[in-house]
Structure formats: structure tokens, C-alpha cells
């Protein structure tokens, strides 16, 4: 009896279910959406607290070990199993020919690594002073998890420092683009006519011009003094400049589509007037749309932006953002040398794919009545 | 108005929508779809006229541009209020249509699209309520519960959202959505054809009972003939944006005027094995509204037809009590009708 | 081929569907025998597992749905093979599909391809089963749209389902459907789309080419109505079984389950005079998941009896010749 008690209750759960519950159902389902849903968290719960994560100052020049290679952590050495990781110290050596270095790993040097260390001073947020790090070592050695670049500066800091520029610069940009995108496309959608076939066309033109020579020449037109928040705000500008046209005609057509649902016309019946018809009727049921289309719109951003910097048309030095950090990629002896220089690369691909297995599972259940 | 609907409620007078079709880049008129075309109908206070034809006959059309759900190209709709007076619908500004709608109301067709999934069968039903601001707090509450009650529904459920019911008990809450601004007038477009064979009785059912309860004028939009017979006490058949024939249900049905009211009536499949009989099948199918036949629109598909039908439109006249009908032929023609 | 031979024998047909939420039992249980040159009407409400038994037939379940139970279709060389063990991709099935059973659907326009002619896709049926040319091909598809009643069917043949009403594409289809002379034609809701004029006339060229061609038909439909005008023997379908079975006057003139008595109750019908109240039927067909033990109908049977409907599921009876019933009040 009681559990008979317990499955009408469960049913009578599903069926007092808002539509955001039902989707979080359907969602929960793909296994795939909530693996990149848990990444991306990860990513953007690492960048928000960047400073603490990374071990040391990102501008701090190592110059004894440039370019080094990236350092193992180790739990054993030759007398087994130790519970605290270390690195050992590197060794350099250069070659007096090609002046080529080598960095060797001297075991006779072994920094053991310490959670919440106090090391070089940063602001959190840009506003509390503080020097405590998840971890580090003493500071005698060094810890360089992902290598060093050209100038010996530690580039697992950098490229969490590049992670808020890069993940952040696709939230705004989207952010813009939505914001465009939904006022366009409404009323290109509410009000039809001229208006519409004016916004339509605009679209049409924007979308035929090939992205990547528009934004350069955009980009080029960006002055170059200008402080590199500017900048920032400039590139994401013009990267919404183009994203804005996809939400402009996802947002049209679902208007198109739901002002001939029955339930419009039955509101109209009852006497709603447009205000309350829009923000009551159409707004909800389009906004799971949104919201997926959106998710699927920040990769394309995050792209934007690397390649743009990567171009060196976009953000420069001394702004680190992935596209930035894989400048110094750009030739094929750097690579073959230092492959560690491409790690940003793989962050891209990383979130980029993240993002597009999460929208795949909003989309999935963006409509949880079909 | 005139003499046989002195007590009507509702008169439309020659009511017309056409849709115009739109070609190329600057979206020129290249021609129109009559979709209702000059269509002159009553509607008696507390009787139900069923409205019957078949797909595209601009019935839908008809229902939604007496609420200018959607803005009729011509015509009136003359609709007499509480007060006792008549008001023109197509005139009406904004304000004045949000207010006379509270008198009139639809239930549609499809249970599914017509319910706002995002909203709870509460918020479904009170809408109205609150919009025309009848009632709120404690007040609008009891409203909605007694409608849920009235259309057979479960209080308990008010908290559910719509995907909770089946296609029977949506109908039950487009219908008490309907009743909320207690309306006069009621336009019923395919209340029951998504429904479950065994469903659709206990709608026609609770429709009926409303109707005795609240003293309510049904327009009645169908292409079921055996659901039409059952629910009204007039029928208008309408072909090709024109209504051929009007009586009341009994005469109709028995002693039809138009042949393709006859036509349908034979086309009707009988609940009976051992009535399988000669039918009459038409020829051909319902002639495209964006490109109708000269004359009678009917005639290319009408066995009786002869050379004037091809070429002049026939007159609306009427031929007993409270029977009119469309058909150059009407007086001559001895037409079967349900047997 | 001589009347009263057998055709198609179903045999405890069971297909359920592996959900998340459970099994859904589409069919549970179904057995039926069609006849040579007669028809069969299959009838319910939504829900009822009359298309998926017609699915299963032809093996064309969709992805989670699995079949078990014999079909035992007598071939016309005498041969019996049952194609619930065949396999469904295989060759043997492809073989009777679409040459000596095939199937018509409610709408045209979802099963006739709109990228090709309806001649392109007649002749591609002939030429997939039959051994002849294009020509051929051609002349027997504008034969078989002449014998539908297509007007004009040189020309017709050259054009695109979109071109025709939703009448003549059903035609079309029934066209396709007859090309390869089969045994045996699936009609599911063919009319429901259409409208009542036009309905009669599909339903009275199905009866003529029945006469021509010599098949045998399971007409599927929620419309009682059509199935009086055109079927031989009914089967009405409630929630994947079959709850009574017998030939067309016996259902419609002496139904004995409390389910076929309350539905030919509930539908209005022309020309009875009187404006009485209609019998309903309480409560709507629940989705058939996770169903309560005993009979499928109790909870909306008005003759339900505690303690014997809500624990047992009744068995299918024969109460007379020809005229079986599930129910604990016969039997």
C-alpha cells in the first residue's frame, strides 16, 4: 500500500512540474550534456578564482629556465612511495653550437609541493591583496606544470589567466549578440512588413560577408592606443557584430511560429493585451530556445576571438588570452621544439567541445512536451 | 433587423475574408483566397447553429472573423449586448472589442496547442479572470475552483500543468477557460474531432448541460455531420467560402434542398452493416478557393447541374420555414435525404 | 485460389516497447485470422495497439519495440513461414514487404517521397519486385493510376505528390500499394484525412479493386462507421488486446462487451431524431504503462465487479460461432 502511496505521489510530482523542471529532467538524461556541463563548471569555477589557483605571478620572468618543458609531479622516488607529491629541479644545459637548451630533471633537488602556499602577491578580484595559492613549492624551486614560454614565464598560471579572458569574452559577446539579437528579431517578427524584409535583408548581408576578413578589418580599425580593456570590449563588439543575425532569425521564427499556437489566439480572445501576450505567452516558451542557441553561440565566439588573436589582430600583449598565449605557436620550430606551447590549443578544443555536447542536450530538451 | 431574427443575437451580413496571395521579392498581389465570401447568417439567443463542410470551406475563417480573431475584409457582425443594444464587432476600436469579448468566447479544436504548456490549469483558467478584472485573491480562487467543478474536473488538480491531462479533460479546461468571463456567446470550432471516439460523448455531453445551465448560444463549427445533427438545433452548410443551405436540423437532414447537402448526408458512413447502400459519390473534390468555378461554385461536381449553373451564381432564397438555400434548382429537384 | 483458404494467422502477438518508464505492452497477446479475399477490420481508440500490430506484420517496428508470437502467412505456392522469426532488415522480409503484403498510410504526403515523380516511385515498387523493363514498368504504373481513378493518367504520372490533392495522392498511394498484385494490403486510416465525400469515394474504390485483385485487407481505424461500411469480420482493440472479435452484424447488431456496447452508444448518428443524451464512457484510455492487474477495462466499466475484474485478466471466449468476447460476463 504504501508504495502504491509513494507512485502517486512521484506522478503527481511530474505532473505539478514546470516546464524548467521537465527540461531538467530530460537533461539529466544525456549523459554527454551533463559531462560537458560539468566541465565547463569546473572551467569557469577555476578562471572566477585564477589568481589562487595558478602558482605564481604570470609576468614573473624566470630567466634561468626559458622555455623549460613542463615538470612531472612525482609520488615516488628511490625510496618509494611518498604521500606528498614534488618536483625535482631542472638542469640546463646548453648546447654551444645551435645554442639550443635542455633541461634535464636533477633528482638530487626535490621540492615537495605544499597546498596553500603564500607566494608571489595578487588581488583577487582586483580587490583583496592576498598571496595564498592552492599550491606551490618553497620558494627556492619551481613548479612549472605546464613548462615556461620564450621569456621563462610559468605557463600553467597564464594559461588560467587566458581562461577568464577567453571564457568571459564569449559570455559578453553572446551577451551583446542576445541583446541584439532579441530586439531585432522581435520586431522583425511582431511587426512584419517593411521592417521586416529591411532587418531580413540586413541579415542576409552581413551573413554572405566571410567572418574572418570582416573581423580583421574591423579589427584593424580598433586604435592602437587604446588600454587593453578597451580593446576587450572593442573585439567582443565586433565578434557580436556578426553572432547577432543566427539569434535574430531563431527569435523571428519561433515569433512567426507561436503567434499562431492556439493558446495566443486564446489570450487575444480573452481580452490580453500585446504587452501581456509577449511577456506572458510568447517570451517563456521561447526563452528554452534562446538559451540553447545561445549555448551553442559561445564556441563560435571563443573561436572568434582565438583565431582573431592568434592573427595578432585581437588582443595583445600583455593581455594573455588563449589566442594570445598560441602567438608564440605560430611557427613550426617552436611547436616541434616546445610542443607545450600548444596546451591552449587543447583548452579551445576542450570547451569548445564541452559547449557543443551541452547545447546538444538543452536542445534535446529545450521542448519537453513533444 | 429583419423579421425572422427579431430575437437574434447575433446577425452577420455579409461578411467576407479574403486572404491575398503574395508572390516575389516586393510581395505583389497576385490574387486572393475567398475564404469567406459574403456569407449572411443569425444566431438566436440560447440555440445552437451548427456550422458543417468540409476542409478548406473557410469555416474556421468564418468563426474566427465574428471575434475579429482574425479582421474580417467586409462586412458586419451586429451583436446585440446585455443592454439591449446592437453593436457592430468589425467597428469596434481596441478598448471596445477587449470589452466585448468578455461576452464572447471560442473553444478550439486542438486540446494540445490551444493550453499555454508554461502555465498551471489555474493560471490557464483564471487568465481571463484577471485580465477582464472580475475577480482576484480569495475570490478569483473560488471562481476557478467552481468552474473546474462545473466542467467535471478534479479541484486537486489545479496545481498541474497541462501535459498532466489527456485530450478529454484539456477540452474540459479550454472549455472552463471559455466560461470563466461567463460569455454569452460561444464559437465551437471542432470541439471534439481530436478526441477519442468514446471521449467526444462526454464533451457533447457537458456542452449540452452548459448550454441549459448558463443559458448559452453555441456556434457550433464541424465537419462531423452525425456530431453537427446531435448538437444543433439549425444548421448552415458551407461550400467553397458560402454558406448553400440553412434550415433547422430535422428538415435539413431529411428533406435537404442543395445537392451537396444530400451529397454529404449519403456520404456519411452509417453505424450499420445492413444499410450499406447505393451511395452518391461526387465526382471530383472541393473546388480550390483561390481559383473558383463561374456560376454555382458546386456545379462541376453536382449531377443535377444544367447550363445556367455553369454560368450564373444562384440566388439565396428561401424555399419553407426557416429554410433557405443557394441552388438555381431548389424548386424542381426532389432530393433524398437521411433515410 | 479458392475462397475461405487461409491467409494471414497471428498467434499470440505480443510487441512491447523498452522504455525508460517501463514497458509499454502495445500489443499483448493478439490472435487473428484473415481470410483469403475478405476483410478485417481492426478498431480502438488511440492507444489501443491497432497500428503496431499492423507494424508488426510488416516488421517495421520502430527502434525500442520488440516482436514475439507467430505470423503465419500462407504463401501462394502453399508455403507457410511465419514472419515474426524472420529477420527484420533481411531479405526474405524485404521480399513479402511491399510485393505480397503491403501497406497504405493515413497521410500520403509523409509516405510518398516529394522528391520524385508518383510514376518514378510506382514503377521503382514494380521494378524492385518484378522482372521486366522500364517500359514496361511505365505502362503497367499509368494502368494501375487509370484503374484507381486518376483522370489522365499519362499525365499525372510525370508529377509530384505536391501537385495532387490530398484525394488523388491517396489514390496515388493505393496505386503503389496494388502495382506488385498483392495478397494481402495494410490499410492504416487511409481516410481520416480526408473528407467525408471524398472518404466515400476511397472506400468504395477499395471495394472495387478488392473485387478485382482478389486481396485480402486489415482495415485499421477509430471510425466505426467506415468499418460497418467495409469490413467483413471486426476486432475491436482495447489497450493491446483484442476484447471482442466476430463478424461485422454480429458486433454492430449484437455486441456483448460492456466496452463495444458503450462505444457504438457514444457516437452520434445521423437521422436519429430525437436530441437525447449520449451514453459516455467514464475516465479516458490511460497510456497503456505500468497497467493495473485484471481486466484492462475495469476501471471504466460500468458492469466492473469487485473481486473478480480487478484480479484476473478474462480470457478471449467463443460465446457463438464466429464471435468471441474477453469478458467475465460471457463465458
Known amino acids: 500500500m504504501k508504495n502504491k502511496q509513494d507512485k502517486t505521489s512521484l506522478e503527481e510530482k511530474f505532473y505539478i512540474a514546470s516546464q524548467w523542471q521537465l527540461m531538467w529532467r530530460k537533461f539529466k538524461k544525456h549523459k554527454l550534456a551533463i559531462f560537458g556541463g560539468t566541465i565547463l563548471s569546473i572551467f569557469y569555477f577555476i578562471t572566477i578564482f585564477c589568481g589562487f589557483f595558478s602558482t605564481q605571478d604570470i609576468y614573473k620572468r624566470h630567466t634561468q629556465y626559458i622555455y623549460a618543458p613542463p615538470q612531472r609531479i612525482h609520488f615516488f622516488d628511490e625510496k618509494g612511495f611518498h604521500l606528498r607529491p614534488f618536483v625535482y629541479g631542472l638542469k640546463r644545459k646548453i648546447d654551444p653550437v645551435t645554442f639550443r637548451r635542455t633541461y634535464t630533471e636533477d633528482r638530487t633537488k626535490k621540492y615537495p609541493i605544499y597546498f596553500f602556499t603564500h607566494s608571489d602577491k595578487y588581488r583577487l578580484w582586483n580587490l583583496f591583496p592576498t598571496d595564498i595559492h592552492l599550491f606551490g613549492v618553497k620558494s627556492v624551486g619551481t613548479i612549472f606544470i605546464f613548462g615556461t614560454d620564450k621569456l621563462g614565464r610559468d605557463l600553467f598560471s597564464r594559461n588560467l589567466h587566458a581562461a577568464r579572458i577567453s571564457l568571459s569574452i564569449g559570455l559578453v559577446g553572446v551577451f551583446l549578440s542576445f541583446i541584439l539579437g532579441c530586439i531585432l528579431g522581435g520586431i522583425s517578427g511582431y511587426f512584419g512588413g517593411t521592417v521586416d524584409m529591411v532587418i531580413q535583408r540586413v541579415i542576409e548581408f552581413l551573413i554572405s560577408i566571410p567572418t574572418i576578413p570582416l573581423w580583421m578589418c574591423l579589427a584593424a580599425a580598433l586604435p592602437p592606443h587604446w588600454p587593453p580593456i578597451k580593446v576587450y570590449f572593442g573585439i567582443t563588439i565586433i565578434l557580436s557584430i556578426v553572432g547577432w543575425c543566427g539569434l535574430a532569425r531563431v527569435v523571428r521564427g519561433k515569433l512567426l511560429e507561436l503567434r499562431e499556437e492556439d493558446f495566443v489566439m486564446a489570450a487575444k480572445i480573452a481580452g490580453a493585451t500585446d504587452y501581456r501576450i509577449i511577456t506572458r505567452h510568447l517570451l517563456p516558451s521561447f526563452l528554452s530556445y534562446l538559451i540553447v542557441n545561445i549555448t551553442l553561440a559561445i564556441p563560435s565566439m571563443i573561436l572568434g576571438e582565438t583565431s582573431l588573436s592568434f592573427l595578432g589582430l585581437g588582443l595583445q600583449p600583455p593581455v594573455v588570452s588563449w589566442g594570445v598565449l598560441l602567438q608564440d605557436a605560430q611557427n613550426v620550430r617552436s611547436v616541434a621544439l616546445h610542443p607545450w606551447l600548444l596546451i591552449p590549443g587543447l583548452f579551445v578544443i576542450i570547451t569548445v567541445l564541452a559547449f557543443n555536447f551541452m547545447g546538444d542536450g538543452l536542445r534535446d530538451a529545450a521542448d519537453p512536451y513533444k | 433587423m429583419s423579421e425572422d431574427n427579431r430575437k437574434a443575437l447575433l446577425e452577420i451580413k455579409n461578411l467576407k475574408k479574403y486572404f491575398y496571395i503574395e508572390k516575389g521579392f516586393w510581395k505583389n498581389i497576385v490574387g486572393y483566397i475567398k475564404a469567406v465570401d459574403g456569407i449572411n447568417l443569425y444566431v438566436s439567443k440560447g440555440e445552437t447553429l451548427g456550422l458543417v463542410g468540409e476542409s478548406g470551406c473557410g469555416k474556421t475563417t468564418l468563426g474566427r472573423c465574428i471575434l475579429r480573431a482574425i479582421e474580417p475584409t467586409g462586412g458586419e457582425v451586429l451583436f446585440r449586448t446585455e443592454e439591449g443594444k446592437t453593436v457592430d464587432i468589425t467597428q469596434l476600436d481596441k478598448e471596445d472589442l477587449r470589452l466585448i469579448r468578455k461576452d464572447m468566447q471560442m473553444i478550439f479544436q486542438d486540446p494540445y496547442s490551444s493550453l499555454d504548456p508554461r502555465m498551471t490549469v489555474f493560471d490557464i483558467i483564471g487568465e481571463p479572470i484577471v485580465i477582464n478584472k472580475i475577480a482576484e485573491g480569495k475570490e478569483l480562487k473560488d471562481r476557478v475552483k467552481d468552474l473546474v467543478k462545473i466542467v467535471g474536473l478534479n479541484v486537486k488538480h489545479l496545481k498541474r500543468y497541462p501535459h498532466a491531462f489527456s485530450g478529454g479533460q484539456r477540452q474540459r479546461i479550454g472549455i472552463a477557460r471559455a466560461l470563466a468571463v461567463n460569455p454569452k456567446f460561444v464559437v465551437a470550432d471542432e470541439p471534439v474531432s481530436a478526441l477519442d471516439v468514446s471521449v467526444q460523448a462526454q464533451i457533447l455531453n457537458l456542452m449540452q448541460d452548459l448550454q441549459k445551465e448558463f443559458n448559452l448560444t453555441y456556434l457550433f463549427i464541424s465537419h462531423d455531420l452525425s456530431v453537427i445533427e446531435h448538437i444543433s438545433d439549425r444548421v448552415a452548410v458551407m461550400y467553397v467560402g458560402k454558406v448553400v443551405e440553412l434550415a433547422d436540423t430535422e428538415e435539413l437532414f431529411f428533406r435537404p434542398k442543395h445537392p451537396y447537402t444530400e451529397a454529404l448526408l449519403s456520404a456519411v458512413p452509417k453505424l450499420d452493416p445492413r444499410l450499406r447502400m447505393e451511395r452518391i459519390i461526387l465526382l471530383g473534390e472541393v473546388a480550390n478557393p483561390a481559383n473558383p468555378p463561374p456560376g454555382c461554385y458546386f456545379h462541376p461536381r453536382c449531377k443535377y447541374a444544367k447550363a445556367i449553373c455553369k454560368n450564373v451564381e444562384p440566388e439565396w432564397q428561401k424555399v419553407g420555414t426557416n429554410h433557405w438555400v443557394a441552388c438555381h434548382r431548389a424548386g424542381e429537384l426532389n432530393l433524398r435525404g437521411v433515410t | ?331
Do not use: W
Not at chain 3, 67 to 95: C, M, W, Y
Not at chain 3, 263 to 275: D, E, F, M, N, Q
Open chain 3, 1 to 331: 485460389m479458392k475462397n475461405n483458404a487461409l491467409l494471414l494467422e497471428i498467434n499470440d502477438l505480443k510487441t512491447y516497447f523498452y522504455l525508460d518508464e517501463g514497458v509499454l505492452k502495445a500489443v499483448d497477446g493478439v490472435s487473428f485470422k484473415i481470410k483469403r479475399e475478405k476483410t478485417l477490420g481492426l478498431v480502438g481508440e488511440s492507444g489501443c495497439g491497432k497500428s503496431v500490430t499492423a507494424q508488426s506484420i510488416l516488421r517495421i517496428v520502430p527502434h525500442p519495440g520488440k516482436t514475439e508470437g507467430e505470423i503465419l502467412f500462407h504463401q501462394n505456392n502453399k508455403k507457410v513461414i511465419d514472419l515474426a522469426r524472420l529477420d527484420p532488415f533481411g531479405k526474405e522480409i524485404r521480399n513479402i514487404r511491399g510485393n505480397e503484403i503491403t501497406m497504405i498510410f493515413q497521410e500520403p504526403m509523409t509516405s510518398l517521397s516529394p522528391l520524385h515523380t508518383i510514376g518514378n516511385q510506382i514503377m521503382e515498387a514494380i521494378l524492385l519486385h518484378q522482372k521486366i523493363n522500364k517500359q514496361k514498368a511505365r505502362r503497367l504504373a499509368i494502368e494501375m493510376l487509370d484503374k484507381v481513378g486518376i483522370p489522365i493518367p499519362s499525365q499525372r504520372i510525370d508529377e509530384y505528390p505536391h501537385q495532387l490533392s490530398g484525394g488523388l495522392r491517396q489514390r496515388a498511394m493505393i496505386a503503389m500499394a496494388l502495382c506488385c498484385k498483392p495478397n494481402l494490403l495494410i490499410a492504416d486510416e487511409p481516410t481520416t484525412a480526408l473528407d467525408v465525400t471524398v472518404q466515400a469515394q476511397i472506400l468504395e474504390l477499395m471495394k472495387d479493386l478488392q473485387k478485382e485483385f482478389g486481396m485480402s485487407i486489415i482495415y485499421i481505424t477509430h471510425n466505426l462507421g467506415v468499418i460497418a461500411e467495409i469490413t467483413d469480420e471486426v476486432a475491436v482493440m482495447y489497450l493491446g488486446k483484442i476484447v471482442e472479435y466476430g463478424s461485422i452484424d454480429e458486433i454492430f447488431h449484437n455486441p456483448l462487451h460492456p466496452y463495444t456496447v458503450r462505444l457504438l452508444k457514444s457516437i452520434p448518428k445521423v437521422g436519429r431524431k430525437a436530441r437525447m443524451r449520449l451514453e459516455s464512457i467514464k475516465g479516458a484510455v490511460p497510456l497503456p504503462l505500468g497497467l493495473p492487474r485484471g481486466c484492462r477495462f475495469y476501471p471504466r466499466c460500468p458492469q466492473f465487479k469487485e473481486g473478480l475484474c480487478n484480479l484476473d485478466n478474462p480470457p478471449l471466449v467463443e460465446v457463438q460461432e464466429k464471435h468471441k468476447v474477453r469478458c467475465f460476463l460471457f463465458g
